[in-house]
């Protein structure tokens, strides 16, 4: 293959017959790609709740994964597929209390190269998020029906689209005997969804690359800056007492009510969103200000009763330059503690009977430098065909933020279809979307990797 860097210096780019033949194999079998969609969206595998109580804590990720390990085994790779042992990552910032990974496995499969070319990680998650009342769909979600050349179904875009284009490009490679430089991991992980932690699961695991794809639906543009994510819990205390009946002072054994205290402190935050909207550190080209808010809420036991207990669940985002060494969030959820301190400090009650915070997870945000080479011949693959190529920022997180922080894999977000179609009712990607995706890929796969003309050298 002949690539050009972004200098024009000459590199091995991809021959035109070599072109051709993948391309040709992507078009006539593009059945056979939706086909591969449709059994992927076909399994339900919304996002369990593993959290004590649930009722939702089973999903058909285990044969989904199965379905993939058997197809990446028949291009001959090599399968690692394992249940990750959860108490091993207990410790971890973004690791829930209750995370476990019994039948819902992870899959890697490993295409070893030639040797002499750069390495390559594509990374996608194959749970979803619920869908909804079945009602508002067109169609039953799981049911993946075609219409109008759009796969409609929970997923389809998000991403399980976006895995099948780039499982589809590997294929279209091997089965024109194209045989790569560098290896080829392909990672389909859990979790993305909810806490993410399936891709670290995998990192702690060791795999690495020089670089990484994630074909999340980008329009085929590039994410290169995502915000972090800070979930932490405020318990505010009170004392139970008749709420029919006048409390004398709390210092007299009277009631005190936690929703009317947690007021004051909801407001401490709310401030500090307004401050950090107007500080300047806190701008950023690709992204969004970020901000502090409640997102859930439980208070009270009974309509009679001074609530004794308010919790505010509240979610946080900050930028990459607000990250600690290690890449978290410490430095605004300093700043978030501290608010709540000084709030509660001006109330008699409270400043006794201090509010208390449980953080559930820490998602770090990343930043991948423009003139990155994997952006450059992503880029270069898209443009290519007349697609996409830009670089975006992305508010939400996304698995290749984990990569690029916490795996030094630097993993920009690559694939086809729109993320304002993820989430919602008749969920749906265009079978050209889904064609232009593996072509793509198949070509960025290629100028990263590099080809093996199988007798010691690249064409």
């Known amino acids: 293959m002949r690539e050009r860097s972004s200098s024009g210096s000459s590199r091995d780019e991809l021959d035109p017959g070599a072109i051709v033949a993948v391309d040709e194999y992507i078009e006539e079998r593009r059945a056979d790609l939706v086909e591969l969609v449709q059994g992927l969206v076909r399994f339900d595998t919304v996002s369990v709740d593993l959290s004590p109580g649930?009722?939702?804590?089973?999903?058909?990720?285990?044969?989904?994964?199965?379905?993939?390990?058997?197809?990446?085994a028949r291009l001959g790779a090599e399968i690692d597929q394992w249940e990750p042992?959860?108490?091993?990552?207990?410790?971890?910032?973004?690791?829930?209390?209750?995370?476990?990974?019994?039948?819902?496995?992870?899959?890697?499969?490993?295409?070893?190269?030639?040797?002499?070319?750069?390495?390559?990680?594509?990374?996608?998650?194959?749970?979803?998020?619920?869908?909804?009342?079945?009602?508002?769909?067109?169609?039953?979600?799981?049911?993946?029906?075609?219409?109008?050349?759009r796969v409609y179904g929970r997923g389809a875009v998000d991403m399980k689209g976006g895995i099948a284009a780039a499982l589809f490009a590997v294929e279209a490679l091997i089965a024109n005997g194209v045989r790569l430089r560098g290896d080829l991991t392909f990672e389909a992980?859990?979790?993305?969804?909810?806490?993410?932690?399936?891709?670290?699961?995998?990192?702690?695991?060791?795999?690495?690359?020089?670089?990484?794809?994630?074909?999340?639906?980008?329009?085929?543009?590039?994410w290169i800056a995502t915000r972090g994510l800070l979930h932490g819990t405020l318990r505010v205390p009170g004392r139970s007492a008749h709420a029919e009946v006048n409390q004398p002072g709390w210092r007299e054994g009277g009631g005190v009510n936690a929703i009317e205290r947690a007021m004051p402190l909801m407001r401490a935050l709310e401030d500090l969103s307004a401050e950090w909207e107007q500080r300047p550190a806190k701008a950023h080209p690709l992204l969004g200000r970020p901000r502090v808010q409640p997102t859930v809420i439980h208070g009270g036991a009974f309509i009679s009763n001074v609530p004794e207990a308010c919790e505010i669940q509240y979610n946080a985002t900050y930028l990459p330059g607000d990250a600690d060494e290690r890449g978290y969030g410490s430095a605004p959820r300093a700043e978030i503690v501290e608010a709540i301190a000084r709030a509660a400090g001006d109330d008699d009650w409270l400043s006794v009977h201090p509010p208390e915070w449980s953080w559930a997870t820490d998602y770090p945000p990343s930043?991948?430098?423009?003139?990155?080479?994997?952006?450059?011949?992503?880029?270069?693959?898209?443009?290519?065909?007349?697609?996409?190529?830009?670089?975006?920022?992305?508010?939400?997180?996304?698995?290749?933020?984990?990569?690029?922080?916490?795996?030094?894999?630097?993993?920009p977000a690559f694939g086809p279809g729109d993320l304002g179609r993820a989430h919602t009712p008749d969920e749906w990607i265009g079978i050209d979307e889904l064609v232009l995706g593996a072509r793509v890929y198949a070509r960025a796969i290629c100028r990263w990797c590099g080809i093996h003309n199988g007798k010691g050298g690249a064409r």
């Open 85 to 149: 042992d959860a108490s091993a990552l207990r410790d971890h910032p973004m690791m829930p209390p209750w995370h476990h990974w019994k039948d819902r496995p992870i899959t890697v499969g490993v295409l070893r190269g030639a040797g002499a070319g750069r390495s390559l990680i594509i990374n996608g998650h194959v749970n979803v998020v619920d869908p909804g009342h079945p009602e508002r769909w067109s169609s039953p979600p799981f049911a993946a029906e075609v219409r109008e050349g």
């Open 54 to 72: 649930s009722e939702h804590r089973r999903n058909e990720e285990k044969p989904l994964q199965e379905m993939v390990a058997d197809r990446l």
């Open 189 to 222: 992980v859990t979790d993305e969804e909810t806490c993410a932690m399936g891709t670290v699961a995998a990192i702690e695991r060791g795999y690495r690359a020089d670089a990484g794809l994630v074909p999340e639906p980008t329009r085929l543009n590039l």
């Open 367 to 411: 930043e991948i430098p423009a003139d990155e080479a994997i952006i450059a011949e992503a880029r270069a693959a898209a443009r290519s065909l007349g697609a996409g190529g830009d670089s975006e920022g992305i508010d939400t997180t996304y698995d290749g933020a984990l990569l690029t922080r916490l795996g030094c894999v630097p993993s």
